[in-house]
């Protein structure tokens, strides 16, 4: 027999699951928690130990803590339930019912109809209403109209995005403000999937007005002047970039690509 087989065996007679559940039926979290712990010190691979420990956590409301044996659990087990449901729990006790949605439909994927996990995304969903309405209350013209072109966006429907982050700059007191900046941002990145360069470096411009060390600004720059074909000016943003960010992967294969062209074209040139 393997010897972790042997070891996952000992562990459930020292620490059976009965001591962990009659703990917490008693309400006693605390030691089911401890329980739990002790079992998974001496052997990690049994994916109801999380399971379980998570379920006491939560009951503790230590919810970071039951994230993560939850999150253990899907890993070590991805076809069982339980670890889906903890994990979900947990985010929405953290105020982050967004991940707790997709954790649930992950869930879903590979128990469809489960009735326990399709009650907690309703409930994960309506959180994120709710969230995401209490966070409208409170924002300005500007960033209202903000938000519906990142919901464009999201959608990849870049062309209805760009009109909106206009209005939404329009609706800014000034084109320096950390709001307006990011507009610009993201009407630039727009711009960019639809290879409007011209425009891409007219935004980016206008935001490294207000912020020269804005990265992805000057990133997104660089590729706009790769695709006007100004390849010095392209090479002069990702320096920057790279200034900023050494290991930036995508920065030094635009660095190392233009690079090339430019001693391309050099060497193409005729001489007289």
């Given amino acids: 027999m393997h010897p972790q087989t042997l070891l996952h065996r000992a562990v459930s007679r020292l620490f059976p699951r009965s001591e962990g559940n009659a703990a917490f039926k008693e309400r006693d979290y605390d030691l089911a928690v401890k329980r739990y712990s002790e079992a998974i010190d001496l052997y990690d691979g049994d994916h109801t130990f999380f399971s379980n420990r998570a379920m006491a956590?939560?009951?503790?409301?230590?919810?970071?803590?039951?994230?993560?044996?939850?999150?253990?659990?899907?890993?070590?087990?991805?076809g069982f339930m339980k670890g889906f449901h903890r994990t979900a729990?947990?985010?929405?006790?953290?105020?982050?019912?967004?991940?707790?949605?997709?954790?649930?439909?992950?869930?879903?994927?590979?128990?469809?109809?489960?009735?326990?996990?399709?009650?907690?995304?309703?409930?994960?969903?309506?959180?994120?209403?709710?969230?995401?309405?209490?966070?409208?209350?409170?924002?300005?013209?500007?960033?209202?109209?903000?938000?519906?072109?990142?919901?464009?966006?999201?959608?990849?429907r870049f062309e209805d995005a760009i009109p909106k982050y206009t209005e939404a700059i329009n609706a800014c007191d000034s084109l320096s403000s950390k709001v307006a900046v990011a507009i610009l941002n993201n009407r630039a990145a727009c711009n960019q999937q639809i290879s409007n360069y011209g425009a891409v470096v007219d935004d980016t411009t206008l935001v490294l007005e207000a912020q020269p060390r804005n990265l992805k600004a000057l990133l997104r720059r660089a590729l706009a002047f790769e695709g006007l074909e100004r390849y010095r000016a392209c090479l002069n943003d990702v320096r920057q970039v790279l200034m900023l960010d050494p290991s930036h992967p995508v920065a030094n294969k635009l660095q190392h690509r233009v690079g090339q062209t430019v001693r391309t074209l050099k060497a193409e040139r005729p001489t007289h």
């Fill in 89 to 156: 729990s947990a985010l929405i006790k953290l105020g982050r019912p967004d991940e707790a949605v997709s954790v649930c439909e992950r869930g879903l994927t590979t128990h469809k109809g489960n009735a326990d996990l399709a009650s907690l995304l309703d409930e994960a969903r309506t959180a994120a209403a709710s969230a995401a309405a209490a966070a409208k209350s409170g924002m300005s013209k500007a960033e209202l109209l903000k938000t519906a072109g990142n919901d464009l966006f999201k959608a990849a």
């Fill in 57 to 78: 956590l939560l009951a503790l409301d230590r919810n970071s803590e039951a994230e993560a044996d939850g999150r253990r659990c899907m890993e070590i087990n991805p």
